[in-house]
């Protein structure tokens, strides 16, 4: 086990609802990424968070926001939910900001949309 | 072009023997090469992260990076029904941003 926890486990919404993932990092991770990963594809990174700050971003469009706190937890916002936002959403955590630092995965959130 | 092309498979190989994992990638300025195992249903796994263009061995897995040619490869021996899972490969040139690939289905088959 990473250490890395995500709720909720699995999410079921309708096209143009909004939708909050939450994402537990381990203990002294300051730095935490949300990736998306669609149906047989990789994981394609959303965002990067480090020390509460956006630090980094993939390409997804602004509906796509995030929040880290002084606890180590971490939120990914998806407003105006689309068929194609149906996925599993990670997070992973990594203790330093540092090149190539490894990063640490959490189960992961389903998210269905209909 | 994706910059990280990997094989999606299925690879089916019968338990022991040996299972070859590769990717190539287009971006040149990729220093970090992993290589992650996911379970369904589960988030990727660590399995190996090499630096540098050459083997990395541990225990039954080795790791191998050919930057000239922009290759890289996992090879698991002595392959047990407990390695069936997807394996991805992930590199990357700067802080924090994995490029994986799709991944790989390995099916080892008792």
């Known amino acids: 086990e990473t250490g890395v926890t995500q709720s909720p486990t699995h999410l079921i919404k309708t096209r143009g609802q909004q939708v909050t993932l939450r994402c537990s990092s381990q203990s002294g991770h300051n730095t935490v990424s949300w990736y998306q990963q669609a149906l047989g594809q990789g994981p394609q990174f959303i965002f990067q968070y480090y020390r509460e700050e956006e630090n980094g971003r993939g390409n997804f469009p602004p509906r796509f926001s995030g929040l880290q706190f002084p606890n180590y937890s971490s939120e990914l916002n998806v407003n105006a939910l689309e068929l194609d936002d149906s996925a599993l959403y990670l997070c992973?955590?990594?203790?330093?900001?540092?090149?190539?630092?490894?990063?640490?995965f959490g189960p992961g959130t389903r998210l269905t949309v209909l | 072009q994706k910059e990280v092309e990997q094989d999606p498979g299925p690879l089916s190989v019968p338990e022991g023997a040996i299972v070859s994992l590769n990717c190539t990638y287009s971006?040149?300025?990729?220093?970090?090469f992993m290589w992650y195992r996911q379970y369904s249903r589960k988030g990727p796994e660590l399995l190996m992260y090499?630096?540098?263009?050459g083997n990395k061995e541990d225990g039954r897995f080795t790791a191998q990076v050919d930057k000239s040619s922009k290759y890289i490869s996992l090879f698991i021996r002595d392959s047990q029904p407990s390695d069936s899972a997807t394996y991805l490969c992930?590199?990357?040139?700067?802080?924090?941003?994995?490029?994986f690939g799709a991944g790989t289905q390995v099916v080892v088959t008792p």
């Open positions: 971006n040149s300025a990729f220093q970090y």
């Open positions: 992973a955590s990594s203790p330093y900001r540092e090149v190539g630092d490894t990063q640490y």
């Open positions: 090499t630096y540098s263009s």
């Open positions: 992930a590199m990357t040139d700067s802080w924090g941003k994995l490029q």
